[in-house]
């Protein structure tokens, strides 16, 4: 696979999102989320993404167990902030300077490491000023305990500020056909600064697969049963975008899933690296999104593509709460 750059970190073309192997996507089965995580780096994927509120903890568990041995294959990319307690209860979005300092510490033990590659704030505290934020994530560089920073659904203001204490290396949102909304603010300030883009949810969470005909089809403790694009007459709208992509997709030779993550890499211009982070539990799923490498698209591909998926393009917002997205 080819490898692209976030700040100094090298990284593979496409990253592995973990989150669904432990919470939110039914239920996971680590045996093969194991043998997923191990068949991702035998196709020389390297950039793995995890969080501490995956499980919670436990994903960071399951990743740590999976790259044991081969830490050195790795770069590792882990979150805090969305502060949850063993029993999966919510506490806070927290960016206190101590909350950074304890969490980047449980993130080191439960994975296994002495060193985290990537440490993002998973969500913007609006309570703390992100500058005490930040230089609370810069002195854990200076200890050794991680190699680079990044953010989470920051703003393009709160970008430019964090960025200003100490260099930001990636900033992680969901983007993707039917989520156009970070190419207005956000992409700019990032070619600006040279902030790579880390697009999660880069399949619309799955739907723009085409794996789901209605709502039925979402399997029984899914969090997508209750989000709002999966929703009634919102569901059926975004279909109509799915159909098209199936169309052009197969016009192209590829899956769905390939078409929508090969316009993403595609968004690398102009210097801004974007390393979507598609992720699955399951081997067969990783084949197909690796596949999406090889997928070129012409000027005029991209151009069809741009005038189906337009900004604001989906039914329905992307969280039941927006009030924990940065604006």
């Given at each position: ?129 992100i500058e005490e934020t930040v230089g609370a ?191």
């Amino acid at each position: 696979m080819d490898t692209t750059t976030l700040g100094q970190l090298q990284v593979s073309a496409l990253g592995l999102g973990c989150m669904g192997m432990s919470e939110f996507y039914g239920a996971g089965d680590e045996a093969e989320s194991v043998a997923t995580v191990h068949a991702f780096l035998d196709a020389g994927g390297s950039f793995l993404d995890t969080a501490d509120m995956y499980g919670p903890f436990t994903n960071e568990q399951l990743v740590g167990r999976a790259i044991a041995g081969r830490r050195d294959e790795v770069v590792l990319a882990t979150k805090f902030g969305n502060e949850r307690r063993p029993d999966g209860s919510w506490v806070r979005i927290n960016g206190t300077p101590d909350y950074v300092r304890s969490a980047c510490d449980a993130s080191l033990q439960r994975l296994g490491v002495d060193v985290i590659d990537l440490y993002y704030q998973h969500r913007v505290d609006k309570t703390v000023p992100i500058e005490e934020t930040v230089g609370a994530m810069a002195e854990l560089v200076q200890a050794g305990k991680v190699k680079a920073l990044g953010l989470s659904e920051a703003s393009a203001d709160t970008i430019r500020r964090a960025h200003a204490v100490h260099p930001i290396s990636a900033l992680q949102t969901e983007w993707s056909l039917w989520e156009r909304e970070p190419e207005e603010k956000v992409v700019p300030v990032l070619r600006e600064l040279g902030i790579g883009f880390v697009p999660y949810s880069p399949l619309g969470r799955g739907f723009l697969t085409g794996q789901f005909a209605t709502p039925d089809d979402i399997p029984e403790g899914d969090y997508r049963r209750h989000a709002p694009r999966f929703q009634g007459e919102n569901f059926t709208r975004n279909l109509q975008l799915v159909d098209r992509v199936k169309e052009i997709a197969a016009a192209k030779g590829c899956t769905p899933a390939q078409l929508a993550l090969a316009w993403l890499l595609a968004q690398a211009t102009d210097g801004l690296s974007v390393v979507p982070i598609p992720g699955t539990k399951k081997r067969s799923r990783l084949s197909e999104n690796v596949g999406a490498v090889d997928v070129a698209l012409t000027a005029d591909d991209l151009q069809q593509l741009d005038a189906l998926a337009p900004v604001g393009v989906a039914a329905g917002d992307r969280y039941a709460d927006m009030a924990a997205i940065d604006a």
